[in-house]
Structure formats: structure tokens, C-alpha cells
């Protein structure tokens, strides 16, 4: 699976747990909802198992990702 679309839903607790494990995709000011990068598809992924770790340990689950079967983007 390949990672197409991460964001975050209603109701992040600005923990910057997402933060920790992957900086280069989640950022979270000072009390502020995390957000996603505008350059973070560059490293969905590079990134790819610390965005799903992030997504799991989130402890209100409010990191959603969409994924495409990798085959998608080989043309056959
Ligand atoms: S881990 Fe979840 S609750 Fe914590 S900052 Fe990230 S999105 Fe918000």
C-alpha cells in the first residue's frame, strides 16, 4: 500500500505525539491543532511506517490516511 492522503480530523488534543515521530510530516504549534506539512507528501514514503505509528498511538485518532494498492501506479 502506498500512503496518497494523510489530515487530521476534528478534535486533536495538541499532544505533539504525532510530532515526535514524524517531523516531517505533522507539526503542532503551541496549543494549536497539529496540521499536516505542505510539503509532507514529499515523504509519505520515506516516512511511511512513522506516519502509521503516529496514526495508531494518536490517543484520540484523529490522524486519517488514505492509501492506493501499489500496483496502482504501475501501468500494466
Ligand atoms: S497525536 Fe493526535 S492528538 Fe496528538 S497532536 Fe497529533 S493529531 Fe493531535
Known amino acids: 500500500m502506498k500512503i496518497q492522503r494523510v489530515w487530521i480530523d476534528e478534535g ?21 491543532d ?7 507528501v514529499r515523504f509519505y514514503l520515506e516516512k511511511e511506517e512513522d506516519i502509521h505509528l503516529a496514526a495508531e498511538d494518536c490517543p484520540v485518532e484523529v490522524i486519517k490516511i488514505v492509501e492506493t494498492a501499489l500496483e496502482d501506479s504501475a501501468s500494466t
Open 34 to 40: 497539529c496540521v499536516i506539512h505542505e510539503e509532507a
Open 12 to 32: 486533536c488534543i495538541s499532544c505533539s505525539l504525532c510530532q515526535d515521530y514524524c517531523p516531517e510530516v505533522f507539526l503542532v504549534q503551541d496549543g494549536e
